[in-house]
């Protein structure tokens, strides 16, 4: 295991920040030698695809998957739809070992985490305690500066409490680095058992894994909310409600941009995809085709019981207000994007994205 970093040392020299490109107006440029390889990869995936359809059915492992969640929770709901969904499937399935939180004011994140957490608990009559770790907010490398909405805790704690929280952010080298050596930690205890998932920055992974070179080895997988693109079609004045049909079909026009997540902290995204760590990623092309509105929608914000609903509820309402109030037009509901990728740690088998290659 490596030693830990002083503080700040994980930050790293990234060769475009300081360039002027606001979010969404990246766009991705390979050459003809990367096309090549790329066209390889989606054959060869294809081919895989293929030979595990002849397999026989899989059937889910006897015992609990291991899960650490790390998140930028707080700010898009589907941060804590994701744990909530996670906190609701059968004990007998999926074990949550801790959360971590990530990018900004993590301290904040970390207390919106344990709400939930407390009142789920509290309802449950459990006796442990499911441990939550505020991370690094300072991403390694990136051209963005650190994104809040300002709505982070709100319909949770009075806004007193919001201020306070922010400037206890974690600061000093021995704690800014807690997060990162809980996950090398849990790995190392369970080898071969603990999924990851990231549904944030990628900055505590990349951390974990400079401190652990062996981790990618001891890691069960990395599940990954991220990576970016859009049909050129879908990008109209009904963003981001609109979904194409087809996301992947011949014809179709690509503008390839990496989403939230990943230009959150790209170098540290680039850390974590160059590892050996068996990963899936859930891609933001797939997850923007569903749509969580209606009755559902209005009955968590209006939950009361159980206890962890109710707090979910606040900050779900709370979203779609301020979603209401930007694009100056009701928004009765949301994408849960971290909620689709949680549901992938069910599956024992990787579900592969077929691609059509596109113009």
């Known amino acids: 295991m490596g030693a830990t ?37 989606i054959e060869s995936s294809l081919e895989a695809k293929d030979v595990e359809n002849d397999k026989e059915e899989w059937s889910p492992t006897e015992k609990p998957v291991k899960v650490i969640f790390d ?34 004011h993590t301290n904040l994140r970390a207390k919106v985490a344990s709400a939930i957490l407390d009142a789920y608990q509290e309802n449950s009559g459990s006796d442990s305690q499911i441990p939550v770790f505020a991370g690094e907010g300072i991403p390694i490398g990136t051209h963005r500066p650190v994104w809040h909405t300002g709505t982070e805790g709100v319909g949770l704690f009075d806004l007193k409490q919001i201020d306070e929280m922010k400037l206890v952010d974690p600061g000093l080298p021995k704690d800014r680095y807690k997060a990162a050596k809980f996950i090398v930690e849990t790995v190392n205890e369970h080898p071969g058992d603990i999924v990851l998932i990231g549904l944030g920055a990628l900055t505590n992974i990349a951390i974990a894994l400079k401190m652990d070179p062996n981790l990618p080895k001891l890691v069960k997988r990395f599940t990954y ?63 923007n085709k569903l749509w969580f509105n209606g009755p559902a929608c209005k009955q968590l914000c209006k939950s009361r ?32 994007h971290d909620a689709l990728a949680v549901s992938e740690i069910q599956l024992e088998i990787q579900h592969e994205i077929q691609v059509e290659n596109s113009t």
């Open 5 to 41: 970093p002083s503080s700040h040392e994980h930050i790293e020299k990234y060769k475009y920040a300081e360039k002027k490109m606001p979010y969404r107006s990246e766009k991705l440029i390979i050459s003809k030698s990367e096309k090549k390889t790329l066209d390889q990869w």
């Open 71 to 104: 998140t930028d929770i707080g700010t898009d709901v589907d941060d804590a739809l994701a744990l909530l969904f996670l906190l609701h499937l059968p004990k007998s399935e999926v074990e949550l070992m801790g959360v971590t939180t990530v990018y900004g």
């Open 225 to 287: 909310m991220g990576m970016g693109h859009r049909l050129k079609e879908s990008q109209s004045s009904l963003y981001p409600f609109q979904s194409p049909d087809s996301t992947y079909a011949p014809g179709n026009v690509y503008v390839n941009y990496p989403n939230h997540n990943l230009s959150s902290d790209t170098m540290a995204a680039v850390r974590a995809f160059q590892s050996d760590m068996t990963t899936y990623v859930v891609n933001d092309a797939v997850t």
């Open 305 to 336: 019981f159980p206890p962890e609903n109710k707090v979910v509820g606040n900050l779900l309402g709370n979203w779609l207000y301020y979603r209401t109030s930007i694009f100056f037009k009701e928004v009765d509901g949301t994408c849960p």
